[in-house]
């Protein structure tokens, strides 16, 4: 559906950077396919913002290709590059520019209004999109409102509905809820993966919020100095997070070092720690020898009661308890193993004061194997 490769988009450097080039986005691939909620994740100034920009047709890219459907919209090589009014697309951004003076019902109908008259459809056929839109965003009964007059949720749900009105094949989503309070940014996340999913519509969603992402997407690509990190189904970026950048990104991890000491069955590598041996995995292959992180998050490391009876069970540690944390749903111990602070988040049944002595037991499956450097 799209197909972006080999984007680079620098800007001009001030003079205090000595007026070098400043790069936005570097060599960036990636597809997203029909009816998939795509979200760009990465910390602020990664690119996201002007990948977004230069799909939309709002940037001029130094060089690359962006494909929608089977309509190039963007080439160097071919000399192609189609004006942002020519694209089609529907954008939403950060700050939903809705018209002030108009109400609800023209706020939505304005887009449709000043096409060109040879695309523009009749009046009736307007309305009926118009309120058909109104209807998917649950703001039909507020149409003749003033635009002024919405809450801040209503106002998102409005800058919505003005990009959904003109059909487009791509919808994309510059952090459209980070205005929102931490409520109504929740309930709005679910409307709007609901939407998506409803309407089959293939959307790019931009957010630095490691939440959200996980939340609403069906892939996410982390990004990083203007390149893609990572690409994955949210669980996978999760569980199997292919670097630190990408595991320390999405949350809170263990990294445990370690030397790969033999490879055992498919993915499954038998590892070295100086607190004992885990098994962990890796897509890549992994000569015995090489240094690893194992990176495993804290709700995958069980604890029980007492020191471990004996320590020849891999990934079967005893430690003892440095810190607890109650967070409401869970509690965080910090647990000390050797030299190493092991993170562990456990159900809130399950709580042990500092200096208990208790076996932790890491969930092989969950410890993926990371190349140290990377
Ligand atoms: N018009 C511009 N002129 C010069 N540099 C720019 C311009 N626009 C963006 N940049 C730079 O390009 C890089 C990427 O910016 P971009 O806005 O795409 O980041 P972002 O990932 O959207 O960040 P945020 O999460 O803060 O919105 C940054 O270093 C930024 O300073
Ligand atoms: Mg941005």
Redesign the pocket.
């Known amino acids: 559906m799209l197909q972006i490769d080999n984007l680079r ?1 620098t ?4 003079k205090s950077e000595r007026r070098s080039r ?4 570097d060599d960036l691939s990636l597809r997203v396919e029909e009816g998939q909620m795509f979200t ?1 994740l ?12 230069c799909v939309a047709g709002l ?1 001029h890219p130094d060089r690359g290709e962006i494909v929608v459907g089977d309509r190039p919209l963007f080439s160097d090589k071919r000399g192609i590059r189609l004006a942002a009014n020519e694209r089609g697309l529907g954008m939403v951004f ?1 700050s939903y520019a809705i018209w002030p003076h108009m109400n609800v019902l023209k706020n939505v109908a304005f887009p449709l209004e000043v096409l060109p008259r040879s695309k523009r459809l009749p009046k009736k056929e307007i309305r009926a999109r118009v309120e058909r839109v109104l209807a998917v965003v649950q703001l039909e009964k507020m149409a003749d409102r003033p635009a002024t007059n919405l809450s801040g949720g209503q106002q998102q749900r409005l800058a919505l509905a003005r990009a959904l009105v003109m059909e487009p094949p791509l919808l994309l989503l ?2 459209p809820l980070s205005n929102l309070d931490a409520k109504l940014r929740e309930e709005m996340r679910f409307e709007l993966k609901r939407l998506q999913r409803e309407l089959n519509i293939t959307a790019v969603y ?3 919020d490691q939440v959200e992402a996980l939340a609403m997407s069906n892939r996410i690509a982390v ?1 990083r100095d ?1 390149r893609v990190e990572q690409v994955g189904r949210p669980r996978e970026i999760y569980e199997r997070p292919s670097s630190r950048f990408v595991a320390d990104f999405i949350g809170t991890s263990n990294f445990i070092d370690g030397t790969i000491e033999s490879h055992e069955t498919g993915d499954i590598y038998l590892v070295g720690t100086p607190q004992g041996r885990i098994r962990g995995s890796s897509s890549a292959d992994l000569p015995v020898g090489e240094k690893v992180a194992v990176s495993i998050r804290p709700e995958y490391v069980d604890v029980q009661k007492g020191a471990a009876p004996t320590s020849d069970v891999v990934g079967r540690w005893s430690g003892v308890v440095q810190t607890r944390a109650f967070l409401g749903e869970s509690v965080d111990h910090v647990i000390r193993v050797g030299e190493l602070e092991l993170r562990a988040r456990c159900h809130p049944s399950l709580s042990f004061p500092p200096d208990t002595e208790v076996t932790v037991t890491l969930q092989e499956k969950m410890c993926s194997l990371i190349p140290v450097g990377e």
């Open positions: 988009k800007f001009d450097g001030t400043v790069v936005a986005v760009l990465g910390p602020s100034g990664c690119g996201k913002t002007t990948t977004l920009r940037e950060q510059d952090e931009v957010t630095h990004m203007g």
